[in-house]
């Protein structure tokens, strides 16, 4: 077992471990079962664990551990009784078999009742036929006694009671000692049955531990449940043991064959579990998984008896030459290739059975586990129980969940054992409370009606059928405080204050802002219209790309892991909304219910909306890698197919629009906030990273555009975007058809990054060209005009009624504050950093390699330029409109903070880089 992997670090191997470990918690902590704690199964297990649990609080560990002891005495007993009456070799072959399945291993180490209930019977049958006729009632007493605990550890064992009896009746007539006869065993079995029933029925009524309607009643209400009529039968039976236990189903077959050829009576107390055992399992729904563990003993014991006959009688098989099978003799050779193929066909299946053993031990916990884990320790100092439907989530944490709900299972939802108003009546009676829901599907009404007593602090989507988890907090709630932080999740004071703060804003949806009056979402401040529940923001300032980045970031400064867990969250929602063909548009809600990817209508290019959020998921994944938690699948398809998007919408000539299926200008060319530009240098950055000559190619074909388009003689200059002719043309009112700095300034990058791409000398000539413009184009020293007039190179100035001056002193207050008509290299960093890369050029690739890396570690996002958060503590930021949360000031103010933790002087823009 502890060659086939770490079995004690899986978080969970079933949802049952945590439903039997809370039991056994609440147990050693004082509740009663059955009063106080809600069961459907016997008690003798959960005593047990609890005894566990005193010794070793709250250790997953030490449960498995106690459970892998059952197994070890299930396999002793197993081995000491096929020896005894079929000899070393049978026992070894049964035993061998037994070890084969995935399904024993597996239970083996997994903190559920059915294993040991059945070690404890295989060790009664064990105690029954030891060949000695010394104490032998005392022998009959103490198998008597053991089956009971049996029995009161899970009662399908029962199945194996004809067998015991058997084997009492055969246990005096196997002992080989003059003058028993059929009297003795007659009286062995009765001592058998009065002691079962007597050691059965005493601790239940001294213990008050009988309870009817919670041990019976919801097994068979189950059965007759619509969820749970089709779940079992013959057909599904014998799949599950071909699945998870081949050998045993197979060599257990031959040997039903044998036994009915060289009948015994140890035989036959196998095939009567397994005659027995078979029928209630084809009859019981639901079939878990886990039941037919109770046919794999006897298929070993009988499998052990075959395997061991076929290989001893090997020699004896090839010496008999039946007068027939010499006619045969053409065919022999058929014959053996038809064996030797299913033979290995069996150790095919042994081994995937051991494979598949091998790689469930040795599972990271999910993303999933971590953040619900790491959600509820941020309120643990205000929490004594949580409500949660994964309490293994609860235990991890080391708290207990209230008594009631120790056992929240889909058969005792499915049978209206517990319903939705008996979990509100919990939570409200239940102090200081976290709920974490994430197994079952809840309804709008449920969580709304917790939302009334709590704070919804986390919606994680959890698979791309729509499927979320959700965590609530006591609305007095407060985070603990650093220190706590610091000792218990080695976190600091940064990862504090940006947890402290991220429910806020990030929990009904991922960017835009929330007005705090009525919690209506937005996508911009000037926005009117409030957006869906759980809409997601893909196009920046404010986006959900830009949260994670900071918190991507936040994480490399602490090591804090939770933070990095909340970015999984966003990456994931973005996967959510990602369009059909791969795109996103400026904002779209991730529902509850299975959704239906978004179509890629009005996806847009603008603002760097999905080269932020491809840089992202690229930052995502390769901080993944560094943690050394698992990448989620829909990590790389996300990333896969927003850069085959990319590929696929380039226009013919070469270009990209500024949205699809829209109208009006979004539909032309578009350089205006790096729309075009960006995504050129995303693609080469793709092709770097994946060696996906697609990738480059499309970038080949955008810069061709962009030599096709750059203006001529003394103009070489870009504009903001071009009609289909690749003429200069207006957008918005206030954005007349002209040349502009900073979109120059974004060409020059992207001509610069596929001269180095490519070394192709027309995209360097290219971008040379456009420096010398911007350097001629100064209207101060160091300071551009945003727009420059085609052809008199004059700086231009709109209105938004889309009259054009020549003059900033001609547009009013308002007009000039909301845009940025003229600036220097703090309002365009980016005309900075292409004119030090082109100068950098003349140096070499290697001198733009190294400026490059000192830019990105500048700022979040630092290649999104409507993206980008500088790692800069005294600059200015913006603050949100009153009476609003804003995600842009949180990701402000979240680069700052970072910019202070690292402890060094800051490069706050371009200039500043060496």
């Known amino acids: 077992m502890m060659i086939l992997g770490e079995w004690w670090s ?7 471990e945590g439903l039997n470990l809370q039991k056994a918690a609440l147990v050693n902590s004082g509740y009663q079962l059955y009063s106080d704690i809600w069961s459907d199964q016997p008690p003798v297990l959960t005593y047990i664990l609890a005894a566990v649990h005193e010794l070793f609080p709250f250790s997953v560990t030490a449960a498995r551990t106690t459970i892998l002891l059952f197994s070890a005495v299930l396999f002793i007993s197993l081995f000491r009784i096929v020896r005894r009456f079929e000899g070393r070799g049978p026992a070894l072959a049964a035993v061998s078999i037994l070890a084969s399945g995935k399904l024993y291993l597996t239970l083996s180490v997994s903190v559920m009742i059915g294993l040991p209930a059945i070690a404890l019977t295989v060790l009664a049958i064990d105690i029954l036929t030891i060949n000695s006729p010394a104490s032998r009632w005392i022998r009959t007493v103490t198998a008597g006694i053991v089956y009971a605990l049996a029995l ?5 064992v029962v199945t194996a009671a004809p067998a015991l009896l058997l084997a009492a009746w055969f246990a005096k007539r196997d002992e080989k000692v003059n003058g028993y006869a059929k009297i003795d065993s007659i009286k062995n079995s009765i001592i058998f049955i009065i002691t079962l029933i007597l050691s059965i029925y005493t601790p239940s009524l001294l213990l008050h531990s009988y309870h009817f309607e919670q041990l019976i009643l919801p097994h068979t209400a189950a059965a007759s449940t619509a969820i749970y009529a ?49 029928i209630a399992l084809t009859i019981h729904r639901p079939l878990w998984f886990h039941h037919p563990l109770l046919l794999v003993i006897p298929l070993s014991w009988l499998g052990g008896i075959a395997l061991a006959d076929l290989l001893n009688s090997g020699g004896r098989l090839r010496a008999y030459r039946p007068p027939y099978f010499e006619n045969l003799g053409r065919y022999r050779f058929l014959v053996t290739i038809v064996i030797l193929l299913l033979s290995l066909q069996l150790i095919a299946n042994i081994w995937k059975n051991i494979w598949k053993t091998h790689k469930v031990f040795n599972q990271q916990s999910s993303n999933y586990d971590h953040h619900a884990v790491a959600r509820l320790k941020l309120f643990l100092d205000d929490t004594q129980q949580l409500v949660t439907d994964r309490p293994m989530d609860a235990y991890r944490v080391g708290r207990l969940v209230p008594p009631e709900l120790a056992v929240w299972s889909s058969k005792r939802r499915s049978t209206h054992a517990i319903t939705d108003e008996d979990v509100l009546k919990i939570i409200a009676r239940t102090p200081a409370t976290q709920v974490s829901l994430r197994r079952f599907v809840h309804t709008e ?38 220190d706590k932080i610091q000792a218990e999740l080695k976190a600091d004071d940064l990862a504090n204050k940006l947890l402290s703060k991220l429910p806020h804003a990030n929990t009904t949806g991922v960017g835009g802002l929330w007005r705090i009056t009525d919690n209506k979402h937005y996508d911009r401040p000037s926005s009117s219209k409030p957006l869906p529940v759980h809409s997601i923001i893909s196009r920046p300032a404010g986006s959900a790309q830009e949260v994670g980045s900071c918190l991507i970031a936040a994480w490399e400064q602490t090591a804090e892991i939770t933070l990095l867990l909340e970015a999984i969250k966003i990456g994931e929602a973005l996967s959510c909304t990602q369009s059909v063909g791969g795109g996103w548009k400026i904002s779209a809600p991730c529902t509850r219910e299975d959704h239906a990817q978004p179509d890629d209508k009005k996806t ?16 995502l994944h390769d901080a993944l890698i560094s943690a050394n938690l698992p990448i989620p699948e829909w990590l790389p398809t996300m990333i896969d197919r927003g850069l085959n998007f990319i590929v696929n919408k380039q226009s013919d000539d070469g270009s990209w629009p500024q949205a699809l299926h829209s109208s009006g200008y979004s539909t032309l060319p578009t350089l205006n906030d790096d729309a075009m530009t960006g995504t050129i240098r995303l693609l080469i950055r793709a092709n770097i990273r994946n060696h996906n000559n697609r990738y480059l190619d499309a970038a080949r ?22 009609d289909t002719d690749g003429i200069p043309t207006a957008a918005r009112t206030f954005e007349p058809a002209a040349y502009a700095s900073l979109e120059t300034a974004y060409a020059i990058n992207a001509l610069i990054d596929l001269y180095i791409a490519t070394s192709d000398e027309h995209y360097r000539s290219a971008a040379e060209r456009a420096a010398t413009w911007l350097r001629q184009s100064v209207i101060a020293p160091e300071q551009w005009a945003r727009l420059y007039e085609v052809a008199s190179n004059r700086p231009l100035y709109a209105s938004r009624a889309g009259e054009s001056f020549y003059s900033i002193e001609q547009l009013s207050d308002d007009e000039r504050s909301r845009y940025r008509w003229i600036g220097g290299y703090e309002e365009f960093p980016d005309i900075k950093l292409a004119l030090d890369r082109m100068e950098l050029l003349k ?25 980008r958060a500088w790692f800069d503590p005294e600059r200015a930021i913006e603050n949100p409109p009153p009476d609003f949360i804003s995600s842009r000031h949180y990701v402000e103010s979240c680069a700052q903070m970072i910019g202070q933790h690292r402890q060094q002087p800051m490069l706050h823009s371009p200039s500043s880089v060496p």
């Open 843 to 867: 140096q070499g690739r290697e001198a733009v390699h190294t400026y490059d890396e000192a830019f990105e570690n500048t700022a979040l996002l630092a290649l999104s330029p409507t993206a």
């Open 445 to 482: 009404d449920f969580l709304s009606q917790i939302e009334k007593q709590l704070t919804l602090t986390s919606s994680v989507l959890k698979s791309n059928k729509g499927k979320r988890a959700f965590h609530f907090s006591p609305v007095s709630s407060k985070y603990r405080t650093a």
């Open 10 to 16: 899986v978080y969970e191997f079933n949802t049952d």
């Open 604 to 619: 847009t290019f603008d603002d760097g909306t999905i080269t932020s959020a491809l840089y992202y998921a690229l930052n």
């Open 230 to 278: 089709e779940s079992g039968g013959f057909t599904a039976l014998l799949t599950h043991l071909w699945k998870s236990s081949t050998a045993a189903l197979l060599f257990g077959t031959i040997g039903i064959l044998l036994t009915t050829l060289h009948f015994s009576r140890s035989r036959a107390v196998a095939l009567l579990w397994l005659t027995v055992g078979f």
């Open 152 to 156: 009161q550890i899970k009662l399908f």
């Open 701 to 722: 074909r955008a810069g061709d555009y962009l030599l096709k388009v750059q203006g001529l003689s003394t103009q070489t200059a870009f504009a903001q975007q071009y």
